[in-house]
């Protein structure tokens, strides 16, 4: 029995007068990990921003359900508190804020939403320190401000941890191998993994068949030009990396 | 002009030196006026509602508000402008003199008082002259260092008569001494009481003396809250201070800065927070007269709603100073469409070898900051106040005592009364 998660229903959409998302179909269901796949320039950012409820973007047809409810009428924390999490390309910077103080708020946010009692300071901190630890996250670098002088391997650290703390039910995960060498692709990787509970979903939004060899898909789609091309299974992925995305940038 | 010039019954009449100074003060106000738009000194900051009120000379009271200061201090404490003794607690060996006192029986403080403090250029010093007689007088004397705080606080209670009150305080540090002076301006009751505080600080720093100066301006959101400070430093003198401005319809603090001889250096900071209908100025005046003199200024403001931040900043280096340096740098954090801030830089340079700067920023929150805490679940204003408190820890951050540091801090995240 599948319940579906994410229903995106022919989708249309984009920043100004410029449509970049065109007729997007995508069913997600409880633990089902799918791979979007596409070229540069094919709108993966942009719809995993319209996903999180970015400003700046509009949709002009379709529908997004989550858990049954219109995603597209929630502001982006209730969408968060709902249980979405985008482990995004490029973390903002936030200078000031230090990291635990930041993931502090986050997390009880989430609790009060969920009608779960606020974690206190010393609860937080031991939590923070058993996830930081399977990360290699230290205790010194979440005294920081929010991913300041982070290396691009933290960063992306960074997201995997916070994403272990507020355990969504649905993360989208962009482009989450960017920037990293072969090592930190394999702590995140593996704190991903330690995720896959098959109940959580997730989507992995890639153009290099790389991080799929670690965060193994059930389902793989091919996004080319606004909407999806092409589906099938993990060797998709192989396939793709073989041949290129030429064939499907061609079709159009 | 309006009812600023009352004929009350002052202490100390008898004395012809004090009643002479008050006389001075008071024809130096009556021949400036209140200060128009077209005053250069105040064409920011506009004192028409001020004018068109009435206001009633403060009288004693026996009533007493006792605050509690979240850290450990020695407290000289005011009641709408009167000295109370009984919330107060001095040191012993270290003069903190009721003004009055000091006035009468200590000649000594004669050769500071109203030195620095021009009433033919400011209007609201020659009317504090007017009404001299509470303050506090206090001297550290040579080779002393008090770490523990004097804590100045002005209590007010706001009712619905606008009362005006005028504090003066002489602040002298001798040689080779340091002290933490903080000044707290807070009240209870009403909070559109409509009253005004007017304060001058003349303040004198020996060879190496160093003065850590901390004000908290939390005064009822109807107030008006006016200050000047006049500091002196001498050879090799340390003079830091800040001051967060939160309060007050009309709230204005301004300070003169004259650096006398070579190595005094000043570091002036502040903040200011404010929506409604506000006006909140920082005024400096940084004099640097000696050669290899230092000075820095930060000055970071937070506006919303119909509020305006003002900045005027002027640095003056004379002919001989050379090897000085000052920087100065304002920067707005705007929360509304309708805030606005008026910043006025000056650099008068007349000698050659120097370092000088100034600079002046405003902007918003970062969108794409406070998307980022959005998408993990903190609520827009939540995460909006997180980042004004990042903003304002750059210069919280500034203040040595921690524990003092941590006092303005929070009340910078209070919310408004």
């Known amino acids: 029995m599948t319940t579906p998660l994410l229903e995106i229903e022919d989708l249309y959409a984009g920043v100004c007068d410029k449509e970049i998302i065109k007729g997007f179909n995508l069913t997600i269901n409880e633990g089902e990990v799918h791979a979007l796949m596409g070229p540069n320039g094919a709108g993966k950012s942009t719809l995993s921003n319209i996903l999180c409820g970015k400003e700046g973007y509009s949709v002009t047809s379709g529908s997004i359900r989550f858990k049954g409810k219109n995603l597209l009428a929630m502001s982006p924390e209730e969408r968060a508190r709902e249980g979405i999490f985008l482990a995004m390309q490029y973390p903002v910077e936030i200078p000031g804020v230090p990291t635990s103080t930041f993931l502090k708020h986050a997390v009880n946010s989430i609790r009060k939403y969920q009608n779960l009692p606020e974690l206190d300071t010393m609860e937080f901190i031991k939590m923070l320190r058993e996830e930081g630890r399977k990360l290699g996250i230290d205790a010194d670098m979440i005294k920081r401000s929010l991913n300041v002088g982070f290396s691009g391997g933290e960063k992306k650290r960074l997201e995997t941890l916070q994403m272990s703390i507020l355990k969504p039910s649905f993360a989208i995960l962009d482009e989450a191998d960017s920037g990293l060498d072969i090592d930190a692709l394999k702590v995140v990787s593996d704190g991903v993994n330690a995720l896959r509970d098959g109940k959580r979903s997730m989507l992995v939004i890639t153009h290099y068949q790389r991080l799929l060899n670690y965060v193994v898909p059930d389902f793989v789609h091919v996004y080319a030009d606004g909407k999806i091309v092409k589906s099938g299974g993990k060797d998709l992925a192989l396939e793709l990396e073989e041949k290129g995305y030429a064939e499907f940038v061609k079709e159009k | ?417």
């Open chain 2, 1 to 417: 002009m309006n009812n600023l010039l009352q004929n009350v019954k002052l202490l100390g009449s008898e004395s012809p030196w004090l009643s002479r100074l008050r006389q001075s003060g008071s024809s130096a106000f009556k021949e400036q006026g209140f200060p128009s738009a077209k005053t250069e000194a105040w064409k920011y900051t506009k004192l028409r509602e001020l004018k068109s009120k009435d206001f009633i000379i403060s009288q004693t009271t026996s009533d007493t508000t006792a605050i509690e200061l979240p850290f450990d201090c020695y407290k000289i404490c005011f009641e709408n402008g009167w000295f109370c003794p009984s919330s107060s607690n001095l040191p012993q060996g270290v003069e903190v003199i009721p003004l009055i006192e000091a006035i009468l029986f200590h000649p000594e403080l004669h050769n500071y008082i109203c030195k620095l403090a021009n009433i033919n250029t400011h209007p609201f010093v020659a009317l504090n002259q007017a009404y001299l007689q509470e303050g506090v007088f206090i001297k550290i004397e040579k080779n002393v260092n008090i770490k523990k705080p004097l804590a100045i606080i002005s209590h007010t209670e706001g009712s619905d008569i606008n009362l005006l009150f005028n504090l003066r305080n002489i602040i002298v540090l001798d040689e080779n001494s340091a002290a933490t002076v903080v000044e707290y301006h807070t009240y209870s009751g009403d909070t559109k009481s409509g009253y005004l505080a007017n304060i001058v600080n003349e303040i004198y720093l020996a060879s190496n003396a160093n003065l850590q100066h901390y004000k908290v301006q939390d005064e009822a959101f109807k107030a008006n809250h006016i200050a000047f400070s006049a500091v002196s430093q001498n050879r090799c003198s340390k003079y830091q201070s800040f001051c967060l401005q939160r309060g007050a319809n009309i709230g204005r603090n301004e300070t003169l800065v004259q650096l006398k001889d070579e190595g005094a250096e000043t570091e002036i900071n502040a903040a200011y927070l404010m929506d409604g209908w506000a006006t909140l100025d920082t005024t400096t005046n940084v004099e640097h007269l000696a050669p290899h003199t230092y000075s820095h200024q930060l000055i970071k403001g937070v506006v919303s709603g119909n509020a305006k931040g003002v900045f005027q900043g002027k640095i003056h280096i004379a002919p001989n100073a050379i090897g000085t340096e000052g920087n100065q740098l304002h920067k707005a954090l705007l929360l509304s469409d309708n805030a606005e801030v008026d910043v006025k830089p000056e650099l008068e340079i007349y000698a050659d070898d120097v370092k000088c700067s100034h600079g002046a920023a405003s902007g918003e929150l970062d969108e794409e900051q406070l998307f980022y805490m959005r998408s993990r679940g903190i609520g827009i204003e939540e995460a909006k106040q997180l980042l004004i408190d990042a903003y304002l820890d750059e210069i919280t951050t500034k203040i040595d005592n921690e524990k003092i540091s941590q006092w303005i801090k929070l009340i910078t995240q209070e919310n408004r009364k």
